[in-house]
Structures are given as structure tokens and as C-alpha cells.
């Protein structure tokens, strides 16, 4: 991975989470920008914190930055991150039915996904660690299709 910076944002229901995954980042040589909640509140609300993570994003002229959103479920923290132009936010909830891990190296290898978010109540640290290391070492193809299926998406208005 080129740029080795990785956002990260969280409501209350994703900050033990959000902390966790913090250190085991900065173990695997990863720099991390936390835009918030920078301290546990219990009922605070997530959108302005998945927004700057998002605007971060959107705004990266090199188009390598990464970001990892922690909410309860992990939806409406992608809900809003992929209101912004050139997001590409995919949920991921852990283990069971809809837990293969190959789900996120398609979000990769297909898509470019540039935020992972993850559904805190339903992942344990150990899956989501397993899942964000995988995630973030899988790139993108390249591949024709996918690339202009990608510019089709950020075309629309």
C-alpha cells in the first residue's frame, strides 16, 4: 500500500474498537489520523465524525488514503461517507453467513474501496484486525472494466 496513513472515525459504539484497531495500526508500521470521537461519549453521533473521515478522502489528491469508520452496525457510517464524491464505503459485519473475508478483497480488487467500515457490535477485535490487514494489503486490479465501472460511478450527479 503506497500511502501508509489511515483515517479513522468512530461514534461511541465503535470506540473501544476504533482504539484497539489504533494500536494494532501503528504496530504494523501504519501512521493513523483519529478526526473522532476522540473520547468515549456515550450517545453521541456519529455523522460528523464519518464526514471529516469521508472529506478527507474525497480530497486526497493522490487518491491512496484509506479509512476505517466503527460504528454499531457499520451502515449509516457508510450511508454517509459514500455521500461524497469519489467515496467508496463498504460494510463489513464479521463473521457467520456474511462474513468471508473474500467479500472485502472484492471491495479491493473490484471496486477500489477507500473506506472500510465495520458493524462494532457484530465483529470481535480479532475478526476485525484479521479482516482490516487483509483489506488494506489487497489492491486494486486495474483492470479496464473495473476502472471504468468506477468512473461511471463517480460520474453520476
Known amino acids: 500500500m503506497k500511502n501508509k496513513t489511515i483515517v479513522l472515525a468512530s461514534d461511541h459504539a465503535g470506540f473501544k474498537l476504533k482504539e484497539s484497531v489504533k494500536s494494532f495500526l501503528s504496530e504494523k508500521g501504519y501512521k493513523t489520523e483519529d478526526v473522532g470521537a476522540l473520547q468515549f461519549k456515550d450517545g453521541d453521533d456519529y455523522p460528523e465524525y464519518m464526514a471529516k473521515a469521508a472529506k478527507m478522502i474525497a480530497t486526497d489528491p493522490d487518491g491512496g488514503l484509506k479509512a476505517i469508520l ?16 469519489g467515496v467508496r464505503a463498504v460494510v ?9 473475508l473474500n467479500i472485502l478483497k472484492l471491495s479491493r ?22 479482516a482490516i490487514e ?3 494489503g489487497t489492491p486494486f486490479s486495474g483492470e479496464e472494466r473495473h ?7 463517480d460520474s453520476i450527479e
Open 109 to 130: 480488487i473490484d471496486n477500489d474501496a477507500n473506506i472500510l467500515s465495520l458493524g462494532a457490535r457484530f465483529v470481535s477485535e480479532d475478526e476485525a484486525k484479521k
Open 70 to 85: 466503527f460504528g454499531g452496525s457499520g451502515q449509516g457510517e457508510a450511508m454517509v461517507a459514500n455521500r461524497f464524491p
Open 134 to 136: 487483509l483489506w488494506l
Open 92 to 100: 463489513w459485519y464479521g463473521g457467520g453467513v456474511n462474513g468471508d
Open 147 to 153: 476502472s471504468r465501472r468506477i468512473e461511471e460511478i
